[in-house]
């Protein structure tokens, strides 16, 4: 089944029995082009009227595919968010490739997460940007800057300027 942004949110607020409390929404979404999805919600009429977009992670973003990789059996944004424990990578990379090997799973998780701005990039070699809109207030292309999400917000002026926070340096704030 496929969904538009419209009929996610659609689905998301009908349930809703008393109309003048805000929903707060989390959305995690690992499939291809999902950045678009998410910016589409981030740029809804909607938006802080009916609901409040608080966490949203995408796979990728708007013009990326999502991969699977078989040894994480499902999606790589999936696999990326489990549990981040700590990891001794004073041991080095022969540590990494052993657990890489063996399938595990939650080692690879900890040693992505403290070493990787972004695992997601990491584990497809640069074929695929998370997204992830944190507290509501910016959206950023995981590993590259941010947008902050004030003002005139259309899709393709947040989407333009997610595709100039892909290359810009980690933490770098790009103007709408």
Not at 12 to 27: C, G, N, Q, S, W
Not at 75 to 95: Q, R
Not at 130 to 146: D, R, T
Request: with cysteine; aromatic share 6%.
């Amino acid at each position: 089944m496929v969904l538009s942004q419209s009929e996610l949110i659609d689905a998301v607020l009908e349930p809703r029995h008393d109309r003048r409390a805000k929903r707060r929404l989390a959305l995690v979404l690992d499939c291809c082009h999902s950045g678009r999805t998410l910016a589409e919600v981030v740029v809804d009429k909607r938006q802080k009227a009916d609901f409040l977009l608080i966490d949203g992670f995408a796979a990728c973003m708007h013009d990326e595919l999502s991969w699977e990789l078989d040894l994480l059996g499902h999606g790589v944004l999936t696999s990326s968010m489990g549990a981040k424990p700590a990891v001794d990578w004073k041991e080095g990379e022969a540590k990494l490739a052993r657990a890489a090997r063996e399938g595990d799973e939650t080692y690879l998780r900890g040693a992505l997460h403290r070493h990787t701005p972004n695992p997601v990039t990491y584990l497809t070699q640069g074929d695929q940007t998370s997204v992830e809109v944190i507290n509501g207030w910016h959206i950023e292309a995981k590993g590259g800057g941010s947008v902050d999400l004030l003002g005139d917000l259309t899709l393709y002026r947040v989407l333009d300027a997610l595709e100039r926070a892909r290359i810009a340096d980690l933490y770098e704030t790009v103007r709408l």
